[in-house]
């Protein structure tokens, strides 16, 4: 009885310790998301405007004329696959890879570069072919960390390895929901009528040429998607991260509450008993 | 007389916002000069020095590749780098020069010497700007 009391108690410690914890962990994804929106807000002027100046070029290249813009029959797809580098952060990574693993299925030749280790592994499991992974760092992605990624995908796309170039990663719904989905990168396509209209409206007078300027802007705009698909896996993970821990937090609170019910039950009992020994005891003294 | 908006932006932040009388940019076809009322533009910017005219104040920025739009009296600069010439910390340029050098003495290869390259370049502006001071009242 002494023992099961000390284990109680001891369990319950372990509880309160655990708690701590993932209340403290909760509160660090909560303050990384943070800065991470912040981020995504303050490159947000320049990527719409790297955008809307990109369509208005696609807008008046023919798309056989450029490498960027030329659709391709044959090849194989490359796939930008973002996880992240540290777990605890509940269904992040495993809804990554379920989608991953349905689009493994449907299409052949499909090579993989990672960016996050811990989808790495599971990569080099499946048919798809893994040739390069990048670690992701646990703090806000810096812009120049993505220059080899950028570099990687854009010369293997000119070379004509690939038809397709396209990024499986987690997106920013909400603070609550985040989904798998995958875009594509290359070969860079027209967005959707309205923005084009308006974007191509606007007849710049172009120096040197718009082929010249378009393969000179095209870097920058490839660097700024990539980037700002990190930036969005790297919210949705400490999001999802923080909702894990939030849950874990609550757990151990449950659990805290439990073991107190039982404890505080077990000490009743046996203090009950105890009277009644002593009771009992002086029953049989005064008889 | 309109004034013209210019607006430098990097992946970063809004460098400078702010209403000028003109402006004159390395472009990649040569210095332009633009003035209010002109066409729409869009060319490439190269690394250099950007002067701007406010009333009667010169100032200077330094800037990395980019490019340039003009259009409605509204000029914005994208470039992923850019400084006003007195935000130069100079002691740091200093540095970064002497580390772009010794790297770039060492021959390293590939991505390395490209990265220091660009790296001595940056800071070779940056003290070029940063010479400038704060501007000054023609």
Redesign the interface.
Known sequence: MAANIRLLQRRRRTAKNIAQITRAMEMVAASKMRKAQEKTV??K???D??RL?SQ?LIGRIEESKHPYLLPRQKGKTLVLLVSSDKGLCGGFNSSLLREFLRFVKEKSEVEVVTVGKKLKKAVLRTEALLIADFPFGSSVPL?ESIL?VVNLIKDGFIKGEYKKVAALFTQFVSLGVQKPVFTTILPVEKETEELSKTAVA???????NTSE?LT??MP?YLE?SI?QILLESYASEQAARMLAMHQASENAKDVIWQLSLTYNKVRQERITNELLDIAGGAMGVSL | MSKLHLEIITPQRIVLSEEVDSVTIPAVEGEITILPSHIALFTRVKPGEIHYLKGKEQRFMAVNEGFLEVLNDKINILTDYAVRSEEVEVAKAEEAKKRAQVALREKKSGQDFVVAEAQLRKAILDLKVAKRGRGRVI
């Not at chain 1, 606007?202 to 040197?208: A, G, L, M, T």
Request: no cysteine; glycine share 0%; charged share 10%.
């Open positions: 303050a490159a002027p320049y990527s405007k790297l100046l208005n812009f080899p606007i007849s710049y007078k172009f120096e040197p300027l000179a802007l920058h700024m980037y």
